[in-house]
């Protein structure tokens, strides 16, 4: 391990952006493993907007795992943080700094101890999911920091047992969440579906409704929905399989129409398996649906579709627009119709000058 002193430090940073589902993941067959009932299929986002970053430091100094999220000290003691932490050591091999005279065996691994800090460049309070960014930056920099040699379609199956959506970050782009069949979750993987240059005219905007804290996390609501809804099971079965299909051609053919149909329609029956369930789960509130309604009527009135809405376990807005030109209406619109009462500027991240096209700055 070290050779004459115990005060060195190896550091890993890595950052990962959160994901979108366009066709939800919803339910699980095993909750310790997590793994789904139905294939998913999600965009990543821009890796400067809504991210995490994720430092994982191991010295022989330290004397337990330790993690600091937003600079506040969390416990590690969760099995989805512990699950984690046990399939990247098992996996670790051999690091050697000769030039700090730093070698740590594969054995020495399970010795050491690590210490997390991360954080989120969005603020916690504004009720975004994080969990899909932060298990997926802390698998991918403890496997860094434990030189894993696997793949990402490996790191996805650890990131997963972390929290489902996770498993989807670790690619940027159009990603697939394939549920797999074996008891062991090996085969329940994320595959990337098309990378982010695929198709680059889609601007996301998410309208945040409230920023409460949800009543009902994803976890909960999902086993409640496995255990009660009876809609959640003709989905899984009937309906998403087909929904799968069509969406990865509507991906693969940039056709927007499609696109916008499957997500919409996706999202909606997801919260409607929410009020199936007993009892029933409300994530959306009268904002929502009057975005909703707004949306689908602008889209009417067009012909072809414009924007395309989902809604995760919350009442926030994630507006797809099919192009520039159209996601400044949709600014100017929500703005109009939805007016917010803070400083907008400080909801639209990293490039700004979408606001002043707009007009709205
Ligand atoms: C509605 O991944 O947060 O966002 O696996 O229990 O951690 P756990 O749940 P989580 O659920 C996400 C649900 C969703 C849909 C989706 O992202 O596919």
Redesign the pocket.
């Known amino acids: 391990m070290a050779e004459e002193s115990s005060n060195w430090i190896v550091m890993v940073t890595a950052k990962s952006p959160t ?3 366009v ?4 339910g ?1 067959r095993d909750e310790t493993l ?1 793994l789904p009932i139905n294939d ?1 299929i ?1 965009v990543t986002l821009d890796p400067d907007h809504l991210c995490t970053t994720t430092t994982v430091a191991v010295s022989p100094a330290f004397q337990s795992d330790r993690m600091w999220l937003n600079g506040k000290e969390i416990s590690l003691s969760g099995h ?1 943080y512990q699950n984690c932490l046990r399939e990247i050591r098992q996996r670790a091999s051999e690091y050697e700094d000769e030039k700090r005279g730093i070698r740590i065996s594969k054995e020495d691994w399970g010795k050491l101890h690590v210490h997390i800090a991360s954080y989120n460049n969005f603020p916690t309070a504004a009720g975004l ?1 994080s ?2 960014a932060g298990f997926a930056c802390l698998v991918f920099a403890l496997g860094k920091l434990m030189q894993v040699k696997e793949d990402l379609g490996a790191l996805s199956a650890i990131a ?1 047992q ?5 498993c ?1 970050s670790l690619y940027g782009g159009f990603v697939k ?1 394939v549920m797999g069949n074996d008891v062991t979750g090996k085969d329940s993987i994320a595959v990337q579906l098309a990378s982010e240059k695929h198709w680059d005219d889609l601007v996301i905007i998410i309208a945040v409704v409230s920023s409460r804290q949800k009543e009902t ?3 909960t609501g ?1 086993r409640e929905s496995v255990e009660t809804s009876t809609l959640l099971h003709h989905r899984s079965k009937e309906v998403v399989p087909k929904r799968i299909v069509q969406m990865e051609e509507a991906i693969a053919n940039r056709d927007f129409a499609s696109f916008s149909k499957l997500t919409c329609t996706d999202s909606n029956q ?1 919260h409607a398996v929410c009020l199936d369930t007993c009892p029933p789960i409300f994530y959306m509130n009268d904002t929502s649906h009057k975005i909703i309604s707004y949306v689908e009527k602008w889209n009417q009135y067009e012909g072809t579709a414009q924007v395309a809405y989902t809604f ?2 919350g009442p926030n807005a994630v507006l797809i627009a099919r192009d520039r030109k159209t996601a400044g209406h949709l600014l100017q619109r929500l703005l109009f119709y939805f007016p917010p009462n803070v400083d907008l500027s400080s909801y639209v991240l990293g490039d700004k000058s979408i606001l002043q096209e707009a007009g709205v700055e």
Do not use: C, L, P
Not at 23 to 26: E, F
Not at 162 to 166: D, E, I, K, Q, T
């Open positions: 994901n979108i589902a066709i939800k993941y919803w699980k997590i998913s999600s989805r999911a969990s899909a997963r972390g929290s489902g959506s996770a989807r969440w996390s994803s976890t999902m997801f995760d376990a």
